[in-house]
Every structure is written in C-alpha cells, then in structure tokens.
C-alpha cells in the first residue's frame, strides 16, 4: 500500500469517497484530475477560512487610504487587524488607515431590530473623524441573514457625503473557503474603483495584481521593476490604496502574482481595457528571472531588454555567495508546502534551487485551474456553491479601450513562451511521486508527516506547533514567521536563510533528555559481588 | 503611527475603533481547551473556527485544535443540523475524543439552531459526551464566552449526588496556564482539595518532547466536572467572570459560591490565602508566608521609582483590576482602566478600589476601546500602559512604555508560562513594572545623570 492509499484507508467509507478525489500523487505520465474547491466536511479540522476572510481579510483589507468598516459583531473585525502582515505605509498625500480596526460592534438588539441604522451612524462618524476619500463596508454572516441593505445605505452614503462607498456580501457562509470573497472583492472593485481615475498614461506602466506586501514582497519587487525602468501604477492590494487604482485601467499590462486570489480582475480587465496580463512569480531566482524577461519581451524594447538583463545580473551578484553557502546546508532536504491557492506552486522553484524536494503539497482554497493549469477551466463543473458567488459580466469600454499589441504579434509572443492570459498550475513543476491534498486537514497532515518525513514543513500558524511538536521544523509561508520579505533576489536569500535557521537551530539536538537513551541507575545487582 | 486618531475626543456612539475585547465564541474555545481530551467545536462558518484557532495559537505558540460545523449557504438557509451530526460522528471517528463541546457563533444564533434538539439527536458513541453552549458573538465579549462554556460544561455534567467530596470547585478566572498552575500550587501548599475548572496548563503550556499528541496530559478530567456538584463550596476567582459560572452550579447543585478578585496583587492574594485557608482549616505554610515576605521586600526597597507614576491599564475587566490593584499597591496612579467587555459593575468595582486608596480623579469605562483611551493619553498623558499586544500602537506613538499583561499577547514569547497571580506573580509584576520604567529613566536621562546604582 503506497502512502496515499496508507492515509485515505483510515477513514470511514463516507469520507474516503470524498477525499479520494481530493488527495493524489503524481505519477509522472497524464495530466492528472484533482477534485478542489468544493465543501469541506464538517468535523473534519480543515485550515480554510470564510468567503468574508478572503474579501476584508484578504483583498480589500490592505488598501490602506481605505476605511475598511466591518458590518457585524466584533470578532470579525478584531481578528483581521494587523494579523497578516500585508505591510503599508502612508504619506502626506495618502492616508493609512491599515492601523485601525472599524467595526460596527453589533448588538443583539441590531440583530432583531436590523443593523442599518448602526452602519449609517458608524458611516458618519467615520467621515468626521477621519474625512477620508473612500470607504468600504463589508457584511459578515448575521447581515445577510437579518437582510441589512448594506448596498443601499452605500449607495446614499456616497451621495450624502461625496465620497467613494463600497459594499461587499460577504457573509462568512458563502462559498465554500476564502476563494468566494476574493472573487466578490474582484467584483466590487471593478465595478466600482478600477477606470474611475483619470491619470495621464505613462510609458511601460504595469499593474502588480495578486502581491499582498506581506513582509514587504511588494515592496520589494517594486524596487526591481522600477530599476529596470517600469511604471508601477497600482498594486492591488499589498500597500495598495484606493486613489492608484481608480488609474489601473492607464497602465499597458498587468502582471499576476497571485492567480487565485486576483485572476477575476485581470480577465475582467481584458475585456474592458484590452489590457494584456501575463502570470508572474517573483519568489525564487529561475522565476523571477524568467518574469522579468517576459516582461520586457511583452514590451519589446531592446534598451528594457538590456537593462532587465543589466538589473538580473547586479541582483544575483548580490546573493550569490549567500544563496551557495544556504544550498550547501540544505541540498537533498526534502519538504512539504502546504499554502492558500498559489503559494505552494510560488515557492516549488526557489526550493528546488536549493536542493530542496517537495515531496507534499496543496492548497488550502485552489482551484482546479490552480493545481492542472488554466486549460481545465471549461471543463470545471460549477456547484452550487460555487454559483452563489456572482460573477459578473464587463463589456468593453470604448473611451479607455487600448490594445499595446496586434493580435498577431500577441500570438507571436505566446510562441516565444511569454504567458499571456496563461497559468499552467502546480502540476508544470511538481515533481513526480509527489502527494497533494487538497483542502488539507489536520488528519492529513499528522498522518503524511509520519509516513513521507520531511525536514521542514511550510504552512501556516495552525499547523505549525503541531508540526514542531512533532519534531519537525515548521516555518509559516502566510506570515514568515513575522521576517520577509521573500519576493526577489534579496527576498531569496532570505527565505534561505530562515529555513537553515529553522533547520540547525541548537534546540533540535537537545529535544531528547539524556535519561531517556542512558541508563540513570548505576549500580550492581544484589548477591553479584 | 495611529497619526490620524484626533486629538479631540468627539462623540461617537457607533463606530468601534481598535477594540478591547472580541466576540464570545473564542472564550468558549479557550475555555473547552481545558477539558482533558476534548473537542472544541465551533458551530457555524469554517471562518469563525479558523480565526479562533489562529488567535489562540498566536497568543500561546502552541496547538489550539478545534473543528467546525463548515457552514455553508443552505445550512444557512435550512438550518445546521445536518451539518452538526456529520461534524459529530466524523469528530468521534478521527479525532476520538472523549467529549466535544460545542458552541455557537453569530451565524447559527441568528438562525436560531436548536442545539439541544440536535445534540439529543445525534449518534454518540458509547461512553463519548457532546455538550454545548449558546455564544452568540453579539452579545457580551470573549469573557462572556468563556463563562457559558464553564456553565456548558456543568450544565450537562456536574451532579450533587448527595454525597460530598470535601472539595473546593475553583473558577480561575480568564487568565493563562501559568496562572492556573500556580492558582493549583497554591492551594496544595495550603492542602486544599480542589476541583478546577477549566485548566489550561499542560494544554496550552504543553512540553516538546518530539512527538505531537492531540490530547496532552493536562485539563480537568470529566469525572471531575461530574464531581463538581459534591464539591463544599466553589470559589470564583475574578468576580466578574467566575460569578456566572459559580451561581449556575449553586443554582444545580445547591453548592454554595463566594467570588474574589483575580489573586492579583498583595492584597488580593491574601484574600484568596485566607479563603483557602478558612476552607481548609490548615495554617499557612512558611512557603507562602516567605512568599510574601519577599514581595513585601521587593515593593518597599523599590517604591520610589513607582510612587505617583501614572498607569492607563486596559483588557479584560478582572485583569484590568486586578492590575489597577497592584498599581495602587505600588503607590502607582491607574488614571485610566478601561475595558471592552460591556457591564457597568467594572465601573463600580474600579470606583470602589479608587476609594478603598484615597485616589481621585481617575477614569475608568466599560465597553470603551483603544481609541478612545488613545486619544485620552493625546489629553492628559501617563506614565506606563499595561496591557495586551493592541496597545504597542498607542505606546510607539504616544512613547509610552508598555507592560504586557492579559489577554491577548501576540507579539512575545514566554508570557503564558509565567504567572501574574499569587504572591510570585506580584514579584514578577513588580519586576516588569521597573524594569519598563527603570529602563526608561537610563534611556531618557542626560549623560551626567545615568545613575549606576539605582
């Protein structure tokens, strides 16, 4: 019985018929079918969070010009203040409300009596304390069952006070993980912030979609782009802000860092603006390299190219020494990453460069389209679950539409292997023999651990004193255990730097008490003198 | 940092602004976490659980295992009973604990799911328990939580046979491992039999040893929550948390109740020593007499570094008194005591304490928030902050050291390990409450006046 079959034999015939779909290892011959975001079972200790985590806590929650109001009881909005890492800072132009945690605090006479009134007072106070330019509400699950019109009082907030008011649905119960609130987040934006600035273009100018700035990874891939001599006119959302993304819509391309999360904006994009979007990954030098010159070969001019060679070259000199000694230390480790909807695939190539194996993979909350690539998408069966969350339709805006490129010379540069509109998902670097479970569970997890053995485990906060206390080093790829960033070159060495800690920290020779492997009794047996 | 909270204290009746407590369902999971080998269980979105479980691990950098209903849109619509019995059997088939606890949350309360009904509905494997209790997020705070969890418990367990134990139930108040394990020292050194519930340490505070169990050694035994009823009287230490619980297992089990303030503190410990000691006729011990014989030394040799400073102390309401208590004891002003959790006798009992020292012109408020006392300091500054992680905001802006007490504590290691009760805990309080004000004088002062001996 191989691992796989090992793990799944333990559960009851119910649950192993739903989990075989969801748990494979990759054999190395057909693209292989994985069964992803559909529900979780209940009782079973999965690591998702709610469609309202993945719309406040996820997307909207770190453009921080915003006042980001959380409609609802507190618990919701206490625990997406400060917790993830989505790094911001303000100036004398911008204000940063990230700081703050704004909630209506409803009570249990809101919840009988309806809520509205609160939201609009709470709308009220926040525009004479803090007067700022736009303000966002979003539901959490008691709203849309009592049925507070949080659109409505948006829609007359913004009158009223000449502002920018947002509202987004999502209630914690919708959708089945974090991915429904990202989606209805996308939605929102388009609808309501994305072309409503009125910028002046400037010359190879991008959008960076999908890089949350958590440790500074946006900021840090910023600094790459813009010596190489790009414009960054919005990054949604990491340090992102309400005031450059009404001015998306001005810039020549889009770059995807995050397809799960953000992949919904940039198709939507296309459609309106013309605006092409490639797949991007600044984590590990071979992706970052490759993304970089995609880019410029997207832009086509020869003096980008060089200098986006130029910009590689200075960077890697930079590392390099440090990135050999870091493999030296963690050549033929073998590792388990288990991330959100994209991560897991982000880092399989900044670990395989240092001679890291991923032997155990997944998502918490990807798509079909995340793990097999973006061709499955016709072929994905939509659930009801999945047809709750609204997806909505653009059309093409004819005062802003602009194509960089002929159709033509677009099919050109997919030839040449720049990914337009493309994403081939986890399976195009996963190595062969690997697990991936999707939608992972504690069970899982324990029972993996036990039977594959990693040297180090890449999750989250949930897992990761599990997994140490199993004797594992554990290192959180959500948070980075509060370092970063590890986007870039920089950002390489030191995620290679964190994991040899994580490895050779002192303690791991010291677990085991010594009278637990020496004798602690020393002396004779009676009569033996 | 925090440049755009005004200065100006306007009126805000609504808008909650960086909050001092979170919502009732997080205090049933810590609370459930105290039962040995059980399942908390959190009916409702998978959301809720998720955060929970992030935050208590975050505040305790160990496992906080909990499981969820899973909500979705039709349970939503046609109500969590279903969901309930799968999570039920699937917890007992995976997981195999002895006892689930299950609470609410805001989304199966405004539903108005009749856990009863499911509960008595639901296939229980012989001699596994599942328990419950209603936490509706948008009532009271995490406290509230905890204490219904407590009562949960009890409510479906703790019987007066008839026969007593000759036990003391303890309530220990919303406080961390650390001090529930030197609340357990103190009362055997005083020999005092004792029931406690919940217990965290040896959960929370779980050792590595290189092998991850679900279920560690600690948290209080089911036949000792049965036994709960028996026990002679119940103390409940933090009166506005431990009272609920307390009078819940007068009211079943005719067990008589006394409540006193977190042991935090000379006075308030001395409280909680002589009630153990009237309980169990033994004389105090010279251990806890050196104890505080030794506090007693360090707070005299020390006063004048702490005399007249000012405090702002926040978080939740027992330990927001139990600290302005040791900050009177200390000589120290506690100007500003505030709480999130709503209930006027917070208001009460801080007037009371600021009479019982002759202090004036302090000001204490429930159900206020970290705004609001921000822009108070803005007003009339202090001298120190003590309280949870949240307040590093206001410290950095305001430069204002802050102590770390209480709940939560995010952003340090150790904290949950070490106690703030009892007469050790007042050492290592006095000790963090120098060394942030002491360290301060050095950083602060000329050249000339850096005192080597102080």
Redesign the interface.
Known sequence: MDSRDKVLD???SK?YKNRKEHVIEIDGGEPQVIAADT???????????????GCKGVVIGPLKDVVN?VH????????T???RRNKAK?DENT???T??????????T??VFGGEK?LR??IK??V???NPECIMISS???V???GDDIHAIAAEAEKQYGIKVLAFSC????????SGGHHIANNGLMKYIIGTGDAEPVKYSVNLLGEYNIGGDGWEVERILKRIGYHVVSVMTGDGSYDHMKNAHTADLNLVQCHRSINYIAEMMKTKYGMDWIKVNFIGLESIKKSLMDIATYFGDPELLARTEAVIAEELDEIEEGMAYYKSKLDGKKAAVYVGGSRTHHYINLLKYLGVDVVLAGYEFGHRDDYEGRDVIPSIKID??SK?IESITVTKDEANYKTFHSPEKLEALKAAGVPLEKYDGLWSDISEGAIITDDFN??ET?EFLKLLKPDIFFS???D????????VPSRQLHSYDYSGPYAGFRGALNFAKDITMATYTPVWNM??APWKSEPTLVGSLGGME | ????T?KKV?D????????I???Q??GAMYAALGVHQCMP?SH?????C??????L??HF????????????????VFGGGS??K??????F???DPEIIAVHT???S???GDDLNGYIQDAKVPEGKLVVHTNT????G?HITGYYNMISGFIKYLSMATGEKNGKLALFPGFVNPGDMREMKRLMKLMGTEFIMLPDTSGVLD?P?????TMYPKGGTTIPDIRDLGNCEMTLGLGELTSEFPADFLEKKCKVPYKTLPLPIGVENTDAFIMALNQFSKNEVPYEIEEERGQLMDILLDSHQYTHNKTVAIFGDPDTVLGMAQIALEMGMIPKYMVT?TPGAAFDRKAAALLEKFGVEGCTAKQAGDL?ELHQWIKNDPVDLLIGGT?GK?VARAEDIPLVRVGFPI?DRYVHSYMPIVGYKGAIRLAELILNALMDRQDRDCEDEDLEMVM
């Open positions: 333990k559960y009851s649950i529900r979780a079972i209940p009782g079973i200790m999965t690591n998702r969070g709610c469609c309202y985590a109001i609802g009881p507190i618990g919701c909005a206490y625990y203040w400060g917790t303000g204000k940063d409300f700081q703050y945690s704004f909630s209506t605090d409803m009570q249990e809101d919840i609160k007072q709470a106070e926040a004479e304390i803090f959490t699950c008691p849309g069952l009592i209630e914690g119960y919708k959708g089945v993980s974090q009801a679950d709750n504690h069970f324990e989250g906060i949930k990761k004193f599990i997994v140490q206390k199993s004797g677990v085991q | 940092m925090l440049e755009l005004p306007s805000r009746s609504t808008l909650r602004i960086n909050p407590k979170t919502c369902p997080v269980h409702g979105s998978q959301g809720c998720s955060f929970h479980r992030m935050f691990t975050r950098k160990d496992p906080a295992i909990a499981s969820s209903s899973s909500f979705t849109e039709g349970a939503s969901n309930l799968t999570a039920i059997k699937n917890i088939d995976i997981y949350t805001c989304l309360e405004t539903i509706p997020s948008y009532v705070s779980a590595m040893t290189g092998t991850y999130g705004f949240h905001q995010i």
